[in-house]
């Protein structure tokens, strides 16, 4: 929202020593968020107004002319040269004289004009479009060599653009998120207000005269639903004839952004900008009654029927509905309440007799509608904040005075209308000195917070120890409703940066472990640390085609309502539909990929924690996964290097008996000759593997890649701390290996533990050397390994272990039907 | 004895010529070797020698001997020094050349190494740790924390919803865990609650749909909001050094009241105006407040008697402040060219 400060002195005298960005800064700190602070007359320097006196065609060029351009008795005639396709002897233009800063097209940064020759003719400065002088918004553009025609202004020649627009002002500019609970600051008394009572200053009061009624004209309004309308106030005005606004009412508006439209318009929109309270003119002649006569309006707020269209001032039709609340005469809806006037009462150029509606409308009813439709208009944006039902009469009689200023013959034509059946009737909030302090931890004196609920309007009573405190009509809707909400205003004013930070003081607590994030944490840092992992972070959205070329249907997935990337509807229930992604994204850059991620994902048929406590519905399990993915340009078996990180990053955080099982459970998703569950103690911790090729192909993954998924929480199950230790023995070992040729099917896995198992005096046994080629046969393969004997008690003699050493070796004959090599 | 000094003599010619180890060895070889050796043979001839000599002849050879033996074995050293000396010159390599092939090194998220950073920081000051589900109730993103239903917050622009689940909405910040950790923890709390938060926004280089908030709270009964500013300056300090200032300014939040914006000054300017602070000499990093008593009320805390202040960091933006990363999208487009760099 635009605030200029111009109009904020109609209701305060500010000290000189109180620059604009003072007010800026307090704004800011004690607040709202002020975004810029713009100064017009600044940015227009040098820029004046001209008329065109001369327009002749540029002899070098086509789409250039050369104008004559009177600029005042100061600067004289100018030769320009210009590119404008609206150009017109006698037009008035804006005049960037030699030395102004443009937006040059329109662009972003400043360009400063300087005297040019252009095709061989003189331009001593520019003739210029709205966007480039940052004007845009206020002269939107209907072609892009159109130039700003400011023939209407009554300005001479020379005088600054600036203030010919009226823009000779300082305009604050104000995020309007930041005030979505502060209703009473969507107009400029309210920002008026709030400067008072920063500085101390009085704030003038807001006081338009009395409205003289009259008599010629009835007018009805009926309410049918008092919660979505507490207030309406209606009045016939006649004896109107549509003209444009004043200058100084124009120059107002366009400074606060508005376009000016005519004189009953910009009233509406004058009151809104000045108090805050939207108001509506309907164009009486077309409000119809049923009696049929010219004199009796009628207004009724209702409820729109279901599925009626609704043609609005913008021009477009909108489909309504039973929870839409509308403004009708007797027959039709002339009005969307509170949010836009019908096609059908709009004011027209020969209007002679309006009907002026300031109402209050329920802010929930206004919202919804105007979300449902899309439709936000100014109006609508202050309504859906719960205005101050006073202010709807307040407005009215500024806009009746407003009108019958600017139009001097206008007169009231009815009495008054005022339906109020919903008063509100603010409760005083009790609180002690005592309360803020232990709110805030610091102590404001009595007479400093009585000083500053005052100011902002609140009415404050002495109640032995306490003070009762009612807030004005402007802060009660939804505003301050609590002690905490009274507080924070006598803090805010007081100044957040003045009271002293402390630590909390508590007892020495030892914090409940999340044993889930040390994992996690472990895990990350041994996968990144240990073995070159990159940790990447992806979206929890997914896309069918991903979850198809997995091998996987969609029926399982948990769907977006409303998904932002209309492709990635799905919600995942695995890390390795993202990751495989970024592996394919990846191996177009690198010959080798090696990403983990640590995240949710997202099971609909299993039980999660409850939606509420006390209920009996669950949200859907989201469980924490562990997904791994590598891959490298002529690594054709990467399993090997994958389930060894997996294995030594278990270990690591302490899961120490890992089995790696056939899996049979993922084979859509893996090589069924690779893949494997990881197993510990008979917990399932997840699976590891090379993706099935086919997989792999409909990806477009260049090399054969290893995946592996794990989940946290069975990981936690199975962590032990390490508490086991062998002393180093004293006597030397006896070393032997063997090798040995087996069937292929044969496996590692039970060839070590039969080893192992063998004889107490085998310390170690581990697999050095395998391989497999034609001449061994094709289902055979050739296993090396080296077993370390020793004894804890004596040297060995080589006789002892040469014995258990030909045990062994008939043992493997025996068990694996292995062929011994010498 | 005149084979004593023949040997004399013809040793010391000999010994000066010699130019490597090898023949340094065969000249030890000739006169010590054990069977032919000359010296050796010498100290065996002296059982011939008859007895009167005989002390007088092997005190002179074993005089020679040590002699030569010392000569021989200053030699070596003189030969290994240059040997070593030879070695070393050939052996010289550049030094600033690179392992071959390189060490793939990995890499955590910048966002995990922030969050890491402000876990540690909050536990080592006594905070529990709570994580909580992603997809959440619409009772504990919105209702529980005083947002009512007319809220643009739960406008359909802004949240995502879950088709055919009512009521479940994906949650759209950290602050849905304030009343499950109430419900779950002991009084005096002290809680963080770090994690992933989902806005229905377009994207682009500042917004993102997905991102990272760090909330935390702390109730007790006299929890004021002059400890909300204390902890939050110990969090700025932490992240950008001990000269790092905070400035709170009023904003709503319907679960706090008051509620705060909170900045820190601009680390990157030292607070004189920059591109990144938009020349205002302040950024914006958090938002605050003191818990509002129906939110405590929601978490089964009485709010007569107990208060507290909650908080919460938007971590991508901490990140991208930390690095100077020019677009929020980076964080969750799994580039390795983007993640390597951490």
């Known amino acids: 929202m635009l605030i200029s400060k111009k109009w904020l002195e109609d209701f305060l005298v500010l000290p000189k020593k109180i620059k604009s960005e003072d007010i800026g800064h307090d704004l800011t700190m004690k607040t709202v968020e002020v975004e810029k602070i713009n100064n017009l007359a600044h940015s227009l320097q040098k820029v004046v107004v001209g008329v065109i006196t001369k327009v002749e065609k540029h002899s070098n060029a086509d789409t250039?002319?050369?104008?004559?351009?009177?600029?005042?008795?100061?600067?004289?005639?100018?030769?320009?040269?210009?590119?404008g396709m609206n150009l017109k002897e006698n037009m008035k233009v804006a005049l960037a004289l030699v030395g102004a800063k443009v937006h040059w097209h329109g662009q972003d940064e400043l360009f400063e004009l300087a005297k040019v020759k252009l095709r061989g003719e003189e331009s001593?400065?520019?003739?210029?479009?709205?966007?480039?002088?940052?004007?845009?918004?206020?002269?939107?553009?209907?072609?892009?060599?159109?130039?700003?025609?400011?023939?209407?202004?009554?300005?001479?020649?020379?005088?600054?653009?600036?203030?010919?627009?009226?823009?000779?002002?300082?305009?604050?500019?104000?995020?309007?998120?930041?005030?979505?609970?502060?209703?009473?600051?969507?107009?400029?008394?309210?920002?008026?207000?709030?400067?008072?009572?920063?500085?101390?200053?009085?704030?003038?009061?807001?006081?338009?005269?009395?409205?003289?009624?009259?008599?010629?004209?009835?007018?009805?309004?009926?309410?049918?639903?008092?919660?979505?309308?507490?207030?309406?106030?209606?009045?016939?005005?006649?004896?109107?004839?549509?003209?444009?606004?004043?200058?100084?009412?124009?120059?107002?508006?366009?400074?606060?952004?508005?376009?000016?439209?005519?004189?009953?318009?910009?009233?509406?929109?004058?009151?809104?900008?000045?108090?805050?309270?939207?108001?509506?003119?309907?164009?009486?002649?077309?409000?119809?009654?049923?009696?049929?006569?010219?004199?009796?309006?009628?207004?009724?707020?209702q409820r729109a029927k279901d599925g009626e269209t609704f043609k609005a001032l913008d021009g477009k039709e909108y489909k309504l509905k039973l929870t839409d609340l509308v403004i009708a005469d007797s027959q039709r809806t002339i009005a969307l309440a509170g949010i836009m006037g019908g096609e059908n009462s709009e004011i027209k150029n020969d209007t002679n007799t309006i009907i002026f509606e300031s109402?209050?409308?329920?802010?929930?009813?206004?919202?919804?509608?105007?979300?449902?439709?899309?439709?936000?208009?100014?109006?609508?944006?202050?309504?859906?904040?719960?205005?101050?039902?006073?202010?709807?009469?307040?407005?009215?009689?500024?806009?009746?005075?407003?009108?019958?200023?600017?139009?001097?013959?206008?007169?009231?034509?009815?009495?008054?209308?005022?339906?109020?059946?919903?008063?509100?009737?603010?409760?005083?909030?009790?609180?002690?000195?005592?309360?803020?302090?232990?709110?805030?931890?610091?102590?404001?004196?009595?007479?400093?917070?009585?000083?500053?609920?005052?100011?902002?309007?609140?009415?404050?009573?002495?109640?032995?120890?306490?003070?009762?405190?009612?807030?004005?009509?402007?802060?009660?809707?939804?505003?301050?409703?609590?002690?905490?909400?009274?507080?924070?205003?006598?803090?805010?004013?007081?100044?957040?940066?003045?009271?002293?930070?402390?630590?909390?003081?508590?007892?020495?607590?030892v914090s409940r472990k999340n044993q889930s994030r040390t994992i996690e944490r472990l895990l990350k840092n041994c996968l990144s640390m240990e073995f070159g992992y990159s940790e990447a972070h992806n979206y929890s959205f997914v896309a069918p085609g991903m979850i198809e070329k997995m091998g996987e249907s969609t029926e399982k997935y948990i769907e977006l309502d409303n998904p932002i990337a209309k492709d990635r509807p799905y919600i995942r229930r695995s890390l390795l539909t993202n990751l495989l992604e970024n592996a394919e994204y990846n191996l177009h850059r690198f010959e080798s990929i090696k990403l983990f991620e640590v995240g949710k994902v997202y099971i609909l048929e299993e039980d999660g924690v409850l939606a509420e406590k006390g209920s009996k519905k669950h949200l859907p399990a989201q469980v924490v996964n562990l997904g791994v993915v590598l891959s490298q340009k002529n690594n054709v078996n990467p399993?090997?290097?994958?389930?060894?990180?997996?294995?030594?990053?278990?270990?690591?955080?302490?899961?120490?008996?890992?089995?790696?099982?056939?899996?049979?459970?993922?084979?859509?998703?893996?090589?069924?000759?690779?893949?494997?569950?990881?197993?510990?103690?008979?917990?399932?911790?997840?699976?590891?593997?090379?993706?099935?090729?086919?997989v792999q192909d409909k990806i477009g993954i260049p090399y054969r890649?290893?995946?592996?998924?794990?989940?946290?929480?069975?990981?936690?199950?199975?962590?032990?701390?390490?508490?086991?230790?062998?002393?180093?023995?004293?006597?030397?070992?006896?070393?032997?290996?063997?090798?040995?040729?087996?069937?292929?099917?044969?496996?590692?896995?039970?060839?070590?533990?039969?080893?192992?198992?063998?004889?107490?005096?085998?310390?170690?046994?581990?697999?050095?050397?395998?391989?497999?080629?034609?001449?061994?046969?094709?289902?055979?393969?050739?296993?090396?390994?080296?077993?370390?004997?020793?004894?804890?008690?004596?040297?060995?003699?080589?006789?002892?272990?040469?014995?258990?050493?030909?045990?062994?070796?008939?043992?493997?004959?025996?068990?694996?039907?292995?062929?011994?090599?010498? | 004895m005149q084979d004593y000094l023949q040997i004399k003599e013809k040793f010391n010619s000999q010994i000066n010529s010699v130019q490597d180890l090898n023949s340094l060895e065969l000249l030890e070889q000739e006169y010590f070797s054990r069977k032919a050796g000359e010296i050796t043979l010498l100290m065996r001839g002296l059982g011939d020698v008859p007895e009167e000599e005989r002390k007088e002849k092997g005190q002179k050879i074993n005089e020679l001997k040590v002699a030569m033996v010392q000569s021989i074995e200053s030699k070596r050293l003189e030969l290994k020094e240059n040997e070593y000396k030879k070695i070393i010159e050939t052996e010289s390599i550049d030094i600033t050349q690179p392992n071959l092939p390189k060490h793939e090194s990995g890499h955590l998220h910048p966002i995990t190494l922030v969050q890491n950073q402000l876990e540690d920081l909050f536990t080592s000051m006594g905070f529990a740790i709570e994580d909580g589900p992603?997809?959440?109730?619409?009772?504990?993103?919105?209702?529980?924390?005083?947002?009512?239903?007319?809220?643009?917050?739960?406008?359909?622009?802004?949240?995502?919803?879950?088709?055919?689940?009512?009521?479940?909405?994906?949650?759209?910040?950290?602050?849905?865990?304030?009343?499950?950790?109430?419900?779950?923890?002991?009084?005096?709390?002290?809680?963080?609650?770090?994690?992933?938060?989902?806005?229905?926004?377009?994207?682009?280089?500042?917004?993102?749909?997905?991102?990272?908030?760090?909330?935390?709270?702390?109730?007790?009964?006299?929890?004021?909001?002059?400890?909300?500013?204390?902890?939050?300056?110990?969090?700025?300090?932490?992240?950008?050094?001990?000269?790092?200032?905070?400035?709170?300014?009023?904003?709503?939040?319907?679960?706090?009241?008051?509620?705060?914006?909170?900045?820190?000054?601009?680390?990157?300017?030292?607070?004189?105006?920059?591109?990144?602070?938009?020349?205002?000499?302040?950024?914006?990093?958090f938002g605050a407040g003191m818990i509002h008593p129906n939110v405590l009320s929601a978490g089964g805390i009485d709010a007569q008697k107990y208060q507290g202040f909650a908080f919460g960091l938007g971590l991508d933006r901490l990140v991208m402040l930390k690095y100077g990363i020019e677009d929020i999208r980076h964080f969750q487009g799994g580039d390795l060219r983007f993640l390597k760099q951490f």
């Open chain 1, 639 to 694: 399993f090997f290097a994958m389930s060894e990180a997996i294995e030594l990053a278990l270990n690591k955080v302490g899961v120490l008996n890992i089995d790696f099982v056939y899996n049979t459970k993922s084979a859509n998703l893996l090589h069924s000759g690779r893949g494997a569950l990881v197993v510990s103690n008979g917990i399932e911790l997840g699976f590891v593997g090379e993706l099935n090729p086919i």
């Open chain 1, 124 to 301: 001593n400065g520019m003739i210029c479009a709205s966007d480039e002088l940052g004007l845009e918004e206020m002269f939107p553009k209907q072609d892009e060599k159109e130039i700003m025609d400011l023939s209407y202004l009554d300005a001479k020649e020379g005088v600054l653009l600036s203030s010919a627009l009226g823009l000779d002002d300082t305009i604050f500019d104000i995020d309007n998120k930041s005030m979505t609970h502060r209703s009473d600051l969507w107009g400029h008394y309210g920002i008026a207000r709030e400067l008072s009572a920063f500085y101390n200053i009085k704030l003038k009061p807001l006081n338009p005269k009395k409205i003289s009624v009259g008599k010629n004209t009835k007018l009805t309004v009926e309410i049918k639903d008092s919660e979505l309308c507490p207030r309406y106030l209606g009045l016939v005005v006649n004896n109107i004839k549509i003209e444009p606004s004043p200058d100084w009412m124009q120059k107002r508006l366009m400074a606060v952004g508005v376009r000016p439209i005519n004189n009953v318009v910009d009233v509406t929109n004058y009151v809104m900008h000045e108090i805050g309270q939207p108001m509506h003119a309907f164009d009486a002649r077309e409000i119809l009654t049923k009696v049929g006569t010219d004199k009796n309006k009628k207004i009724v707020v």
């Open chain 1, 359 to 509: 109402a209050n409308f329920d802010a929930k009813t206004i919202r919804k509608t105007s979300t449902r439709l899309g439709l936000r208009t100014d109006s609508s944006t202050r309504f859906e904040k719960s205005l101050d039902r006073e202010s709807a009469e307040l407005a009215m009689r500024r806009a009746v005075e407003l009108l019958q200023k600017i139009s001097p013959d206008v007169k009231v034509a009815s009495v008054l209308v005022d339906v109020y059946k919903k008063k509100l009737k603010a409760n005083a909030i009790k609180l002690g000195e005592f309360d803020i302090a232990k709110k805030i931890g610091f102590n404001i004196p009595k007479i400093e917070i009585i000083r500053s609920l005052k100011s902002f309007g609140f009415t404050v009573a002495i109640k032995g120890k306490d003070l009762a405190v009612v807030p004005p009509s402007w802060r009660s809707e939804r505003d301050i409703v609590s002690k905490e909400d009274v507080i924070e205003e006598v803090v805010r004013l007081y100044g957040y940066d003045k009271i002293p930070s402390s630590l909390p003081c508590l007892p020495i607590v």
């Open chain 1, 64 to 83: 250039l002319k050369v104008c004559q351009v009177d600029a005042g008795k100061n600067y004289g005639q100018l030769q320009i040269v210009c590119g």
């Open chain 1, 705 to 822: 890649i290893a995946v592996c998924e794990l989940s946290v929480a069975n990981i936690l199950k199975c962590v032990t701390e390490k508490s086991e230790y062998t002393p180093l023995s004293h006597f030397p070992s006896v070393e032997r290996d063997i090798a040995f040729v087996v069937d292929k099917k044969i496996q590692h896995k039970d060839i070590l533990k039969m080893i192992n198992n063998f004889h107490e005096l085998i310390e170690s046994c581990e697999l050095f050397d395998i391989y497999q080629s034609d001449k061994i046969g094709e289902d055979k393969k050739s296993m090396a390994y080296h077993i370390v004997y020793r004894s804890s008690s004596k040297t060995l003699e080589a006789k002892v272990v040469d014995d258990i050493h030909t045990k062994v070796l008939d043992s493997l004959k025996n068990n694996f039907s292995a062929d011994i090599r010498e």
């Open chain 2, 134 to 285: 992603e997809l959440e109730s619409e009772y504990y993103n919105f209702t529980a924390l005083n947002i009512p239903e007319t809220h643009p917050a739960r406008d359909t622009q802004d949240t995502f919803y879950i088709k055919d689940h009512a009521g479940w909405v994906m949650r759209t910040h950290t602050s849905s865990m304030q009343v499950r950790a109430m419900q779950s923890n002991d009084l005096p709390m002290r809680v963080i609650m770090p994690g992933r938060c989902y806005r229905n926004e377009s994207t682009d280089a500042r917004h993102e749909h997905t991102f990272y908030q760090l909330e935390g709270f702390v109730v007790d009964e006299n929890i004021s909001f002059a400890n909300l500013k204390g902890i939050l300056e110990v969090v700025a300090k932490n992240l950008y050094g001990p000269e790092a200032k905070i400035r709170l300014r009023p904003k709503f939040y319907p679960f706090v009241e008051p509620g705060v914006n909170g900045e820190v000054s601009c680390f990157l300017c030292e607070s004189k105006g920059c591109r990144v602070c938009k020349q205002s000499g302040w950024l914006e990093i």
